[in-house]
């Protein structure tokens, strides 16, 4: 995520939602997340899911990496969705799909929470 977005950048992530489940192999080296490979994190600091995670944004977006996009649903603020849905799915693979309707879903649930709260702070809430 970069850190200087702007607020038209805010509105058009707040107005979309988009899920993508990829498959692939990922590795991550305990050693490397600890160590830091970037030289600015130390053994001595805890092992933290975000370091985790960053490693692994790392490691995605390598142009060597190999990834496949099984499902990628757009949802627009008016409700507009499409899906691309990968072709002769394996009896696995329609466990990621299912894992990723649900994702949809529960994304759609908490970006509308999140608006109403949003909406509530602005307007103020009417009990």
Known sequence: M??????????????????VTVTGNLT?????V????????????????????????????KRDSKITALAATHVSLDKDTISFVKENLTADEAIYLTFHNDTVKAAGIARAAMADGISKLLLGSKK
């Open 28 to 32: 991550v080296l305990v050693k490397d």
């Open 34 to 61: 600890a160590t830091g490979t970037n030289g600015k994190d130390s053994d001595s600091r805890p092992l933290r899911f975000g370091r985790i995670m960053r490693e692994l944004e790392g490691n995605i977006m």
């Open 2 to 19: 970069a850190d200087n977005k702007s607020f038209g950048d805010f509105i058009q992530d707040m107005t979309t939602l988009d899920v």
